[in-house]
Antibody, heavy 122, light 107 residues
């Protein structure tokens, strides 16, 4: 079955660090663009970071310099290392596959995990 | 960054109704526009990509139109499972950005 399963969320104090994991099955992470998208409670969706199939990365301005996206080929797993956490990082974090669809190769988030909740609070 | 604005923010409709949601981009995104459905407590689910292409497994009552800066998602014959929040998202230029969402509620 093709799926993504996140883990690693929890309650963390401001300034702390947390690493999220996203285990993939049914496809190879390194052959795809993979992103993290977050959603604060009752709010909309916010893209956080992407790792391209070639290994390049990009980040939202709001997390640049604090978060690091990476992947493990042997584990077929995506990670998000979050440092210097702030209250406004509190959200459900989803990993998502940025699939290439159709003959014209448009991209869209075609596979999502169930999400893992991160709460930053003292 | 490209700003995506959806209207309305919420709407009430009945089973069987035809519903249309609009998404406007702050600059052209050509056809790089996707639509997602999210039910409470669940992850978003891709409905439409490339403005009008139906994702595999999505019922044909969902349809998308538009290009450039203005797009619509139409649900023809609303079903009970369609009461949800819908988001548009542009994939034309980085960073990918989402609309604020449109909540479709039961009248």
């Amino acid at each position: 079955e093709v799926q993504l399963v996140e883990s690693g969320g929890g309650l963390i104090q401001p300034g702390g660090s947390l690493r999220l994991s996203c285990a993939a099955s049914g496809f190879i992470v390194t052959n795809n663009y993979m992103s993290w998208v977050r959603q604060a409670s009752g709010k909309g969706l916010e893209w956080v970071s992407i790792i391209y199939s070639g290994g390049g990365t990009d980040y939202a301005d709001s997390v640049k310099g604090r978060f690091t996206i990476s992947r493990d080929t042997s584990e077929n797993t995506l990670y998000l290392q979050m440092n210097s956490l702030r209250a406004d990082d509190t959200a459900v974090y989803y990993c998502a596959r940025d699939g290439i669809l159709g003959t014209a190769r448009y991209d869209a988030f075609d596979l999502w995990g169930q999400g893992t909740k991160v709460t930053v609070s003292s | 960054d490209i700003q995506m604005t959806q209207s309305p923010s919420s709407l009430s409709a009945s089973v069987g109704d035809r519903v249309t949601i609009t998404c406007r981009a702050s600059q052209t995104v050509t056809h790089y526009l996707n639509w997602y459905q999210q039910t409470p407590g669940k992850a978003p689910n891709l409905l439409i990509y490339a403005a009008s292409a139906l994702q595999s497994g999505v019922p044909s009552r969902f349809s998308g139109r538009g290009s450039g800066t203005e797009f619509t998602l139409t649900i023809s014959g609303l079903q009970p499972e369609d009461f949800a929040t819908y988001y548009c998202q542009q994939s034309y230029s980085a960073p990918p950005t989402f609309g604020q969402g449109t909540k479709v509620e039961i009248k």
